[in-house]
């Protein structure tokens, strides 16, 4: 949106260019992620509970974005963006590309080392070095599910009666009872 503005075409009608030139491709962009979008909302289940306010929030985004980058950003390229000569603005742009040009020479220069480098590369990440931690796990877990719409006080009733008769925690250093609930009605807890 703000190439054209950059040039040397007078600022509002500079805006209004730019925003002509890319709006379909905002506009068709948008459409398509939406529609993208559509079939989360249709979803059934607890999958369709977690994932519709996903989609609600990133349509409504999707969709503040695409009214920002129609509106908002070709008017304040017209009033905050300044005209620049052409030599003033490639500057840094050939700086960039002279520094790549000097990195691009090298690498073809000494193509043994960098085939080396590269063979390295590709063969670490095949054998791949696994340096996560090994986890161990203190405590057991177990998980109590009931029905849909059970109420959330039966729910952690349970799981505190099963929790504190069922489990013999006399092997566990620091028994304790996490309650999450669930959107089935079932709770987790650790012991």
């Not at 002509?20 to 509970?49: C, E, K, N």
């Not at 161990?136 to 008769?165: F, R, S």
Request: hydrophobic share 50%.
């Amino acid at each position: 949106m703000t190439p054209n503005p950059r040039r040397r075409l007078p600022q509002p009608p500079a805006a209004l260019k730019g925003s002509g030139q890319i709006g379909f491709t905002i506009i068709s962009l948008t459409v398509s992620l939406i529609a993208v979008l559509i079939p989360l909302l249709f979803m059934q289940d607890v999958v369709g509970r977690l994932f519709r306010e996903f989609a609600i929030t990133l349509a409504v985004t999707i969709l503040i974005s695409a009214v920002v980058s129609l509106t908002l950003v070709p008017m304040m390229c017209a009033k905050l963006l300044k005209q620049r000569s052409a030599q003033e603005s490639g500057h840094w742009f050939a700086a960039v590309v002279e520094w790549y040009g000097r990195r691009l020479t090298w690498v073809l220069d000494h193509q043994i080392p960098t085939l080396w480098v590269a063979t390295a590369t590709v063969v670490v990440t095949i054998t791949g070095h696994n340096d996560a931690p090994v986890i161990t796990v203190d405590n057991p877990a177990a998980v109590t599910e009931g029905n849909t719409g059970t109420p959330a006080p039966v729910t952690v009733a349970v799981a505190d009666h099963v929790a504190i008769t069922d489990v013999d925690t006399s092997d566990v250093h620091t028994p304790y009872v996490t309650n999450t609930l669930a959107f089935d009605g079932g709770i987790t807890f650790h012991v």
